[in-house]
């Protein structure tokens, strides 16, 4: 039953029914405070009523902030999701209450990040987006529709094909030589990784015990798609293996994803 005072300057409306959340809305003056509960008792009516209070109060960054410290750090990529996601906290978009984040909003976002990135980093950005609403919408009661669902996608890169001819990896390996301040460890991964077609969080997470020199194979106990898989290492792929050092951690090449991505990115 809604009930109706006058408050300050305006009405205010309050929507009391068993089994469903108080809801409470001023407005200037008493007939639109009336329609607003018409509108609301006859969605409670047709079992259409969902509670919009935490799509109010709550923002988007407030949403990146809770994945971060509840689902990301169960993830197999959670070094790199925290990274991506801490940087999209950042953004004006992040401002946004969940109730007032459209579609449009979602687009200017995309517009303005395609002026700074590339599509396919706006792809994953979004994809980040729309997997955080959706678990809010399950997990945490928030009831919006996910408006990044609504949102064309920038066209997917193509997938390269180009294998870099013999100079241009005799160039990259001096320009990744470990000289001065230089990570010791770049080169032997991008070496490894030329050698084998390991992804960079593979690389990363091979272990010694893992690698096999007398049968020349690798095993991937954590891969991409989530299965385990043996990959056979070319000769080259063994003799960059015996030059390394090991270390005391057991892991192959011990450096995180984004120390290897800066030290590659700071290469002359």
Same mark, same amino acid.
């Given at each position: ?93 992040? #401002?946004?209450?969940?109730?007032? &984040? /459209?579609? %449009?909003?979602?687009?200017?976002? @995309?517009?303005?990040? +395609? ?98 020199? #007398?049968?020349?194979?690798?095993? &991937? /106990?954590? %891969?991409?798609?989530?299965?385990? @898989?043996?990959?056979? +290492? ?35």
């Amino acid at each position: 039953m809604a009930s109706f005072r006058q408050h300050g300057n305006g009405w205010q409306a309050r929507i009391r029914r068993h089994g469903y959340p108080d809801q409470t809305k001023t407005f200037e003056n008493k007939s639109r405070a009336e329609k607003w509960a018409r509108s609301i008792e006859s969605e409670i009516d047709k079992s259409l009523f969902a509670n919009a209070s935490e799509a109010q109060r709550n923002t988007l960054g407030d949403l990146i902030a809770r994945y971060l410290v509840e689902v990301t750090p169960t993830m197999k990529g959670a070094s790199e999701d925290t990274i991506r996601l801490k940087a999209i906290g950042r953004k004006p978009i992040a #401002q946004w209450s969940l109730s007032n &984040l /459209s579609a %449009t909003r979602i687009a200017a976002y @995309r517009d303005e990040r +395609l002026k700074e990135v590339s599509n396919g980093t706006v792809i994953r950005e979004l994809a980040c987006l729309s997997s955080i609403i959706n678990h809010a919408r399950r997990e945490w009661g928030v009831n919006v529709p996910n408006p990044v669902q609504m949102v064309r996608k920038p066209q997917s890169p193509q997938a390269r094909a180009r294998v870099l001819a013999d100079d241009e990896v005799f160039k990259l390996m001096q320009a990744l030589e470990p000289k001065g301040r230089r990570s010791r460890w770049t080169k032997p991964a991008v070496q490894l990784a030329l050698a084998t077609a390991m992804r960079r969080g593979e690389l990363l997470s091979l272990w010694w015990e893992h690698v096999d020199s #007398q049968r020349q194979t690798a095993f &991937l /106990s954590d %891969t991409k798609n989530g299965e385990s @898989r043996t990959v056979p +290492l070319s000769t080259a792929a063994v003799q960059v293996l015996a030059e390394l050092p090991r270390h005391i951690s057991g892991i192959v090449i011990p450096v995180k994803f984004f120390t290897l991505d800066a030290a590659f990115k700071r290469a002359p």
